[in-house]
């Protein structure tokens, strides 16, 4: 009798409890000699990237000691022709052979620090008084130019390369997929945190050193990443098939006869307006708009968040080891990422990863507030900094993953593009931000904002949830299971 009841118990069980998913499959293998060239071509392109974006402000910080003007400027021009050039970079990177617009970025991308590095020496041996007179003006102002092009090639071969590429290269296997972003990631925080050590310690001998490192540097490797680019190009067939590229059906109708109307002599705004439209309309846009508004943000140990540490009481040396902590932190999240998504998928994992970081910042930002020690209160903003980090790049590799599913083939560039545009927008916000709150006191102001744009992002994104699946919490199979084994209770009484 007991075993029928059990039987039956079992059997109401299996109807009453939601069906399990299936196990999720091993990422298909990736073969190395494809993979090896992808890496070796990204870490060249990133490390140099990295090391030339910090070189050019310490050289440039160098050269002109008595004031910030220069490098404000040279920092503010290139991060603005970012935000207004990178659309009209990914059109060009939907528009062009894939092999043509990698190898065009790469050498673009070198040709400007060449140059750039040439024109510091000049600054450096004299002209213009050293930078101070019309002569060191002008060449800084083509310094400025050549900066803007370094980052919209930079841009170009981020987005083509992480974003098409690697899609084309796992072969519709999202686990594939997963273990490229990670590794891509990895390499970029490889070299955010050595690349601007390397730098420093060549300028620690002489500026003059460091430019000649920076200019080997890029001289040595536009070769190798061409080359080793282009093996990848021959070795994946689907790199070779020509772009697929969206109908003007998949824009608004509205939205294009609004555009159609506008008048020609607005041309230029309505190259603007065209991919702005497109991008919030797609189904990406929230995902894509929670991770770009982490962005607006100064607890990430910047300039900013760094001079509120030194007012608080901690060294450079203190400060110094504390990022680099931080970074390990990062890195770790690029492991923790797949095995995460191999349990619960991409949409939950992101959902986890940014609530994560909001916990981890609210944590952090309450001690700024309510600590009397200012050393304790920064201490513990560290913490809750530094933990967030893991979330931070969870959610970014997570929603990379649903835009490289979500976005047409012919459509990635110029979404990335404007992605890429959206968040160079708010990091400026936390630049102008911090303009206004400029005090180390007031840095308790900037946190808060900084953790309310992580909670709208959060919130962005459980939007995103709720529109896609209906609910953000199984609540219906919580309440199912719980009646189940209610059920089972009763029926072990009866068979007792």
């Known amino acids: 009798m007991g075993s029928g009841i059990s039987e039956d118990t079992r059997s109401g069980t299996e109807l009453l409890l939601p069906a399990a998913p299936p196990p999720p499959l091993p990422p298909r293998h990736l073969p190395k000699n494809i993979t090896l060239r992808l890496y070796l071509s990204h870490l060249l392109s990133t490390w140099n990237s990295r090391v030339f974006e910090f070189g ?14 220069p490098g404000s400027l040279y920092a503010l021009v290139r991060g603005v022709s970012a935000v207004l050039c990178s659309p009209w970079v990914g059109r060009h990177v939907d528009s062009g052979d894939r092999l043509r617009v990698v190898r065009v970025s790469i050498v673009a991308q070198r040709v400007a620090v060449v140059l750039s590095c040439g024109g510091l020496l000049v600054v450096k041996n004299g002209v213009g008084a050293a930078g ?6 002008l060449v800084m102002g083509v310094l400025a130019v050549l900066a803007c092009c370094e980052k919209l090639a930079s841009v170009g071969n981020l987005i083509a390369v992480e974003r098409d590429w690697v899609v084309l290269i ?20 490889f070299c955010k945190l050595l690349g601007p050590l390397a730098v420093s310690a060549a300028d620690g ?6 430019i000649y490192v920076v200019l080997g540097l890029n001289l040595a490797s536009v070769g190798v990443e061409c080359f080793a680019i282009a093996d990848v190009y021959r070795m994946v067939p689907a790199l070779q098939e020509p772009k697929t590229h969206p109908t003007s059906a998949s824009a608004p109708l509205e939205d294009q006869e609004r555009i159609e109307t506008l008048p020609q002599p607005h041309s230029y705004l309505r190259s603007i307006y065209t991919p702005i439209s497109k991008y919030l309309h797609h189904s990406a846009a929230l995902p894509s708009l929670a991770l770009s508004i982490v962005y607006f943000t100064v607890l990430n140990f910047g300039a900013q968040m760094i001079t509120y540490l030194l007012a608080s009481g901690y060294t450079p040396l203190h400060i110094s080891s504390v990022r680099g902590i931080s970074v390990l932190f990062e890195i770790s999240a690029t492991w923790l990422a797949p095995l995460v998504m191999s349990r619960v998928g991409p949409i939950r994992g992101c959902l986890w990863s940014v609530n994560w970081q909001l916990l981890c910042v609210a944590g952090g930002v309450s001690t700024v507030w309510f600590s009397e020690d200012p050393k304790m209160a920064a201490g513990g903003l560290i913490l809750g900094v530094i933990f967030s980090r893991i979330g931070l790049w969870g959610f970014d590799l997570f929603v990379q993953i649903i835009i490289q599913d979500e976005v047409e083939p012919g459509y990635r560039g110029s979404f990335s593009a404007t992605e890429a545009s959206v968040q160079n927008t708010f990091e400026l916000g936390s630049y ?18 900084s953790a309310v744009a992580v909670l709208l992002a959060a919130g962005l994104f459980a939007g995103f ?7 953000l919490v199984h609540t219906p199979a919580c309440f199912g299971m719980m009646e189940v084994k209610r059920r089972a209770e009763g029926y072990q009484r009866l068979a007792s």
């Open 170 to 189: 796992a072969g519709g296997d999202e686990g594939a997929l997963l273990v490229l972003n990670s590794q891509m990631r990895r390499i970029d925080l």
């Open 465 to 471: 949830v709720r529109k896609r699946r209906g609910h």
């Open 56 to 69: 050019a402000l310490l050289f440039i910080a160098n050269l002109h000691p008595d004031t910030l003007l």
């Open 132 to 137: 101070k007179g019309a002569g060191g003006a």
């Open 432 to 449: 102008a931000m911090t303009a206004i709150f400029a005090r180390p006191a007031e840095f308790r102001y900037l946190a808060v904002v």
């Open 205 to 210: 001998i002489s500026t003059v050193v460091a």
